[in-house]
């Protein structure tokens, strides 16, 4: 039977959800409609911006064509062919023609205007509800250089995003991971940064080390990772700008890994292993005022903290197979969340805090799965021959992993997918790559 809900903003829901317009459409509110868990993406026309300035043409059609990727990549939108166009727009200040747009049924118009002067860039845009013949907002005006184009374009795809879905955006953000080259029996491991559609990729160590689980600070200017190095796995932090790091945990012999920062970006929690058990710690980012968190004879890995920097999850095999567990970020008594059939790992909370993203294994398949913070409401987005690792989008709505596919050769790779399991997307990168981390938006 046929299904629509009209009413809900897309947001927090696991299960169904629909998109509102904050504006009348032809026939009530425009919307994405869902039939039977299947979301109609909404179709919008995004013309090149209006150029001025030399070499405005060319930035402006460049920026133009990140804006229709980012914003038809999350599934929700559907961009009208520009082959398809009636109407041009040829002055940004002119009045819109809405019935040229209404013609190739296009309910959303994305227009703008470019302004190229020596090296600096100004990017002006406007949203428009084509059937209410409404602008959605005001025009916003971005500045920078055009060596930059790329993320201001990300900037309007936010802002656009924004307007029509009623919540935060996420293009304008980075990834850093672990990206792997070479044979599986002599796999070169470095950490790399790019956008969070796989541009801009950079190296921010070299191979000459395995590192794994690379996390971005809450500002998004440093990296905690493992490494190594030493010959034992530690802790390191880098610098992201100046590709400057230092050890933070160097006992000799000891190993420590998995860490991740508080939310104040003051703190780090992570595992370490001493005398064969391995519990949950906590110290400053300078390295000092270590501090134990747990102690049971289990393995005690991969914490995250809420939102709030009020609780830890984490996972644990106390039980005797890995579950996950919540306890509060001082320490003390742990609760058991996860209850389903498999074994459940590598936990994290979400950035609203209303969910979990896990990893679980069962019945020789992986999947990345989400669970409410009490461990009701379980839903499994993924099924693989290996998904692991899941990280959250700056908004909560999306989730990037790791894959490895039978007959691969070993090598992983990196996709995401809606927390609805919908938009299942490869994410390229030059090489393999492993255990993505979501920056925050930047500033």
């Known amino acids: 039977m046929r299904k629509i809900l009209s009413s809900l903003l897309i947001g927090h829901l696991i299960g169904l959800s629909a998109l509102v317009l904050p504006a009348a459409a032809q026939d009530g509110p425009l919307r994405i409609e869902i039939t039977e868990g299947v979301i109609e993406p909404l179709p919008y026309a995004v013309p090149?911006?209006?150029?001025?300035?030399?070499?405005?043409?060319?930035?402006?059609?460049?920026?133009?064509?990140?804006?229709?990727?980012?914003?038809?990549?999350?599934?929700?939108?559907?961009?009208?062919?520009?082959?398809?166009?009636?109407?041009?727009?040829?002055?940004?200040?002119?009045?819109?023609?809405?019935?040229?747009?209404?013609?190739?049924?296009?309910?959303?118009?994305?227009?703008?205007?470019?302004?190229?002067?020596?090296?600096?860039?100004?990017?002006?845009?406007?949203?428009?509800?084509v059937f209410s013949g409404a602008e959605l907002g005001n025009g916003l005006q971005f500045a920078g250089t055009t060596a930059g184009w790329r993320r201001m374009a990300h900037k309007v795809a936010d802002a656009v995003y924004s307007r029509i879905t009623?919540?935060?955006?996420?293009?304008?953000?980075?990834?850093?991971?672990?990206?792997?080259?070479?044979?599986?029996?002599?796999?070169?491991?470095?950490?790399?940064?790019?956008?969070?559609?796989g541009a801009n990729v950079q190296y921010l160590t070299d191979s000459s080390a395995i590192v794994l689980a690379p996390r971005?600070?809450?500002?998004?200017?440093?990296?905690?990772?493992?490494?190594?190095?030493?010959?034992?796995?530690?802790?390191?932090?880098l610098d992201v700008g100046k590709v400057k790091q230092r050890i933070i945990s160097s006992e000799d012999g000891v190993m420590s890994f998995a860490p991740r920062f508080a939310p104040d970006g003051k703190t780090v929690v992570y595992s370490q292993t001493q005398g064969g058990?391995?519990?949950?710690?906590?110290?400053?980012?300078?390295?000092?005022?270590?501090?134990?968190?747990?102690?049971?004879?289990?393995?005690?890995?991969?914490?995250?903290?809420?939102?709030?920097?009020?609780?830890?999850?984490?996972?644990s095999d106390r039980s005797g197979t890995q579950q996950l567990y919540v306890m509060s970020a001082n320490g003390?008594?742990?609760?058991?969340?996860?209850?389903?059939?498999?074994?459940?790992?590598?936990?994290?909370?979400?950035?609203?805090?209303?969910?979990?993203?896990?990893?679980?294994?069962?019945?020789?398949r992986f999947h990345i799965g989400v669970m409410r913070t009490d461990g009701s409401e379980e839903r499994l987005l993924t099924a693989s021959f290996l998904d692991e690792g899941p990280t959250w989008s700056p908004n909560g709505r999306?989730?990037?992993?790791?894959?490895?596919?039978?007959?691969?050769?070993?090598?992983?790779?990196?996709?995401?997918?809606?927390?609805?399991?919908?938009?299942?997307?490869?994410?390229?990168?030059?090489?393999?790559?492993?255990?993505?981390?979501?920056?925050?938006?930047?500033?």
């Open 48 to 129: 090149d911006f209006v150029a001025t300035g030399s070499g405005g043409t060319e930035i402006a059609q460049q920026l133009t064509r990140v804006i229709a990727s980012d914003l038809s990549g999350t599934g929700l939108f559907r961009e009208v062919s520009a082959d398809a166009h009636i109407g041009r727009i040829t002055d940004f200040n002119a009045p819109v023609q809405y019935a040229d747009w209404k013609a190739v049924n296009a309910q959303a118009l994305i227009t703008g205007a470019v302004q190229v002067t020596g090296n600096r860039l100004t990017v002006q845009f406007r949203v428009y509800d």
């Open 216 to 237: 971005f600070s809450p500002t998004g200017d440093r990296v905690l990772y493992t490494s190594y190095e030493t010959g034992f796995p530690q802790v390191h932090v």
């Open 166 to 197: 009623g919540e935060g955006g996420y293009f304008d953000s980075r990834v850093v991971y672990v990206s792997e080259s070479g044979p599986k029996n002599d796999r070169r491991k470095r950490l790399a940064i790019m956008d969070y559609d």
């Open 277 to 315: 058990n391995t519990d949950i710690y906590t110290m400053d980012i300078n390295g000092r005022n270590q501090r134990q968190l747990t102690n049971a004879p289990s393995i005690e890995t991969a914490p995250s903290y809420s939102p709030d920097g009020s609780q830890i999850v984490f996972e």
């Open 398 to 443: 999306v989730i990037m992993f790791t894959r490895e596919t039978q007959g691969a050769n070993g090598r992983a790779l990196l996709y995401s997918v809606d927390i609805t399991g919908r938009n299942l997307r490869p994410v390229r990168t030059p090489d393999g790559g492993s255990d993505p981390a979501w920056s925050p938006l930047q500033k």
């Open 332 to 364: 003390g008594e742990a609760k058991r969340i996860s209850f389903g059939q498999g074994r459940y790992g590598t936990p994290v909370w979400s950035p609203r805090g209303d969910l979990i993203a896990f990893t679980k294994q069962s019945k020789g």
